[in-house]
């Protein structure tokens, strides 16, 4: 079992930055990939960035170039960098990690993002 923690979630202005912090504990030796999904009241879960061992990274269209994930070394630990943030990008944005056997997902609690015009 892997237990995912965010933090870092706030109120924030449209052009200001935020950054999300995941932390993964349990039997994460068995993750491959961590990322990032939100959702927004009365929309689906979507996919906001993904990230793998060996740093291959993969984006929503619509917040490349101004998002950015990494990981820690050891990998238990994934983050959201999010700079020029607008008003769509308010959501409830979700950890998600997966098993490398069978791609189980995890999740986390999810923290609550909100950008003001």
């Known amino acids: 079992q892997v237990h995912l923690v965010e933090s870092g979630g706030g109120l924030v202005q449209a052009g200001g930055s935020l950054r999300l912090s995941c932390v993964a504990s349990g039997r994460t030796s068995n993750i491959n990939v961590m990322g990032w999904y939100r959702q927004a009241p009365g929309k689906e879960r979507e996919l906001v960035a993904t990230?793998?061992?060996?740093?291959?990274?993969r984006y929503k269209d619509s917040v490349k170039g101004r998002f950015n994930i990494s990981r820690n070394r050891i990998g238990n630990t994934v983050y959201l960098q999010m700079n020029d943030m607008k008003p769509e990008d308010t959501a409830i944005y979700y950890c998600?990690?997966?098993?490398?056997?069978?791609?189980?997902?995890?999740w986390g609690q999810g923290t609550q993002v909100t950008v003001s015009a």
């Open positions: 990230i793998i061992p060996g740093g291959t990274t």
């Open positions: 998600n990690a997966r098993r490398a056997a069978d791609q189980y997902a995890f």
